[in-house]
Every structure is written in structure tokens, then in C-alpha cells.
């Protein structure tokens, strides 16, 4: 074991260290959301933005940089999955050796975010296949005709993809659900990130808790507006 391996497992291996990675890639996500949501608000712009966002982002790096950036976020989620979890099973076994009413609510709350982070592990695989991998749907074939009639080129359309993926309630009510639970997740994720990296004190608490809301509540409308904007006011339909 190097000596790069062996501060990991100390790290990974005490509580302490453990809510710091929770903490840490819990930031990473955070910033991916808000960044994910400004690139897909490009919708809005119309076919020519989204498409041209879309191109840039698998082109960038010379195609490098999306794959790094799914290495770095796939080991950010595993990471602070497997962190929660363990770290949850541990405050459950505190919880039965001190029955005080510090932890019973403590453990409260964090039982509520174990469902909400799991609900969202389920819907991030349920948006990769839909998006990315484009399971069982032909988004792959569509081309963008307007790019097409301009340059005599052809380029994914990921624009029409989005609208039609947003055209099937199934999915609508998946996504509005789904996106509902991650904004209780990021409210209460971002005080907990706040109190772990020692930045909450008790005259900051309150401000940290509505910014934490305020936070969510922007991701989760500028998220919401899409599916909405397209199934129920028939936006690019
Ligand atoms: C209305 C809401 C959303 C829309 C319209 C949307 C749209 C998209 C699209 C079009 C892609 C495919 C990008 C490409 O490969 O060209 C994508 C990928 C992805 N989305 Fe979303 N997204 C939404 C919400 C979310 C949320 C809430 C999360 C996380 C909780 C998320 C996480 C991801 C991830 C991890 C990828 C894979 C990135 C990659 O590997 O390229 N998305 N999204």
C-alpha cells in the first residue's frame, strides 16, 4: 500500500473522514446540477443553441473532456453513495446505544435523505438511458434539418429529442417527481455541507438553511420548467 492509499482508507475509514467525502463530492454534484441546468435551459433559446451546446460539450477536449467528466462524476456519486449509506447504518447503531432525542432526529432526517438520495440514484439511471444511451428509442437517427439545409452537414438533434422525450406523460410525471425529491435532498443536503466543513454556526444557521432552500428551489423550478414547458404548454411540439 502506498502512502497515497493508505491516507485514503484512513479517511474512507473514519466517520469524520467519511462526511467529508459526503460533503466534498456532494459539492461536485451540486455544481454539475447548476451548470446541467444552465446548459439545458438552452432549450428555451431554441434547436440552433441546444444542438450547438450539445456538439461543444462531446467535442470538447477533442472528446476527452465529457468522458472526464463522467469519470469524475460517476466516482463523485459512487463515492457519496456508499458514503451515506455506511455512514447511516453506523448513526442506526448509535442511535439503539443512545436513546436521546438529539439522534432520534438527527437519524429522522437522515432517513429522509437515504429515500430521496436513493430515488434519485434511480432516476439518474432512468435519465441515462433515456438521454444518453437512448434506450429503446430512435433518438440516435434524428438529424438536425435546419443545420442540415444550412451546411449540407449532418448533426444530432438533440433539441427534438428533448421535446419529444418530454411528449410521453409516463415519463413527465417520473421526471417532476423525481426532480421534487431531489429539491427536499439539496435543501437539506446543503446545511449538512455547510455543518460538516465547520461553516455553520448558530448565527449563520438560518441563513445557511434559506439559502440551501433558495438554491433548491431554483434548480428544482428551472428543472421542472422543461418537462412542464413541453408537455403541458406544448413548447416545441
Ligand atoms: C428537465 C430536466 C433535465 C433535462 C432536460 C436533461 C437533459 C439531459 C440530456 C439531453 C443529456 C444527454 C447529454 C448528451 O449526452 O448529449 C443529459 C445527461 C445527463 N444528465 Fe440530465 N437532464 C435533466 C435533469 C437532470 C438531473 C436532475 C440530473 C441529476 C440528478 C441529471 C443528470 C445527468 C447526467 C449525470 C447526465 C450524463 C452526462 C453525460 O454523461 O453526458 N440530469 N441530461
Known amino acids: 500500500m ?3 492509499t493508505r491516507s485514503f482508507s484512513a479517511i474512507w475509514n473514519s466517520s469524520l473522514g467519511k462526511k467529508y467525502i459526503v460533503a466534498l463530492t456532494g ?10 441546468l444552465i446548459g439545458n435551459l438552452l432549450v428555451f433559446v431554441g434547436r440552433e443553441a441546444f444542438n450547438s451546446y450539445a456538439v461543444f460539450l462531446h467535442e470538447v477536449g477533442h472528446g476527452m473532456g465529457v468522458w472526464v467528466a463522467r469519470l469524475v462524476l460517476l466516482a463523485c456519486l459512487v463515492a457519496h453513495v456508499i458514503a451515506t449509506i455506511q455512514l447511516t447504518i453506523q448513526n442506526r447503531s448509535a442511535r439503539e446505544q ?27 439511471i432512468y435519465h441515462l438511458l433515456h438521454f444518453t444511451v437512448r434506450f429503446s428509442n430512435s433518438y440516435n437517427d434524428y438529424i438536425d434539418p435546419e443545420y442540415f439545409a444550412e451546411t449540407g452537414l449532418q448533426r444530432q438533434d438533440a433539441w427534438k429529442m428533448v421535446i419529444d422525450g418530454f411528449s410521453w406523460f409516463p415519463a413527465v410525471f417520473f421526471y417532476m417527481v423525481a426532480l421534487s425529491l431531489l429539491c427536499s435532498h439539496l435543501s437539506h443536503g446543503v446545511s449538512s455541507v455547510f ?11 438560518d441563513l445557511i438553511r434559506c ?22 404548454f406544448k413548447f416545441g411540439r
Not at 27 to 36: D, E, K, S, T, Y
Not at 214 to 228: D, E, N, R, T
Open 27 to 36: 459539492i461536485v454534484l451540486f455544481l454539475f446540477l447548476a451548470g446541467h
Open 195 to 205: 455543518q460538516t466543513l465547520g461553516f455553520r454556526s448558530k448565527k449563520s444557521q
Open 98 to 124: 443512545y436513546q436521546n432525542k438529539n439522534t432520534i432526529q438527527a437519524t429522522l432526517s437522515s432517513r429522509i435523505m437515504m429515500w430521496t438520495g436513493l430515488t434519485i440514484l434511480a432516476f439518474v
Open 211 to 232: 439559502g440551501g432552500k433558495i438554491y433548491a428551489f431554483v434548480i428544482w423550478a428551472g428543472f421542472m420548467s422543461i418537462p412542464v414547458a413541453i408537455y403541458f
Open 2 to 4: 502506498n502512502a497515497l
